[in-house]
């Protein structure tokens, strides 16, 4: 069945640096969703992608749509320690209206 | 807007006893999500209800497991009986898809974490 892949799982970061993670889809997603949840919180909406190779930016937060719209990244600049939590993508199932979850990347700033 | 609501936040409870979860989504939202996490399993979605009507239930574990969705501004789930083994954050989301775009975000209520001893 369809699979939507994230990686890595876990990326330990010093404050400042910069953090990326993965999305990969075994098929061709209409869309493509990133959510935020911080510790001990609740899954939060950052931004929806469309359009192939489509590019946007929120502050220090760059997403990217893949140009064959079959993966996604998204890519912290100098990380900050509100930027703590589990960041998770996810895709249409192409079936009905739910969505297909990575398994999350959790993002640790190192003490 | 006062999002989505679920009651309780917290729930311990004995093997073997009945546990029900409960949500209102937002107003105007016309999609509900049940999902549970897990850290071993991560995010999974249960159920999918729209207009009130349950579309996909396979992601529901076994018998013991029901939800119910009697009118548009409530829904719960229900584990009768309960085992430790579903001790996990249950989350209820809801959306509001349109032919523009049916695959709106979704919004999360703030998770009932259930203990099951």
């Known amino acids: 069945g369809q699979q939507v892949m994230q990686i890595p799982q876990y990326q330990h970061v010093q404050e400042g640096e910069d953090f990326t993670t993965y999305c990969n889809s075994s098929t061709t997603l209409s869309n493509i969703q990133w959510y935020k949840q911080r510790p001990g919180g609740h899954p939060v909406f950052l931004i929806q992608l469309v359009k192939s190779g489509e590019v946007k930016k929120q502050k220090r937060l760059t997403f990217q749509f893949g140009e064959a719209k079959k993966n996604s990244s998204l890519h912290i600049t100098a990380t900050q320690t509100t930027d703590v939590g589990t960041y998770f993508c996810a895709g249409p199932n192409g079936r009905n209206y739910q969505l297909i979850w990575g398994a999350g990347t959790k993002l640790i700033i190192k003490p | 807007d006062a999002g989505v609501i679920q009651s309780p936040r917290h729930e311990v409870t004995e093997m073997g006893q009945e546990v029900t979860l409960r949500c209102k989504p937002i107003?105007?939202?016309?999609?509900l999500f049940w999902y549970r996490q897990t850290m071993m399993r991560g995010l999974e979605l249960l159920i999918y209800?729209?207009?009130?009507?349950?579309?996909?239930d396979s992601g529901m574990p076994e018998d013991r497991f029901s939800a119910k969705m009697p009118n548009a501004s409530f829904s719960t789930l229900k584990i009768q009986p309960s085992e430790p083994r579903d001790s996990a954050v249950y989350f209820c989301a809801s959306s509001a898809p349109s032919a523009g775009d049916p695959y709106n975000e979704q919004f999360f209520g703030p998770g009932t974490r259930l203990t099951v001893l």
């Open positions: 209800f729209n207009n009130n009507v349950p579309i996909d």
């Open positions: 107003s105007g939202h016309n999609s």
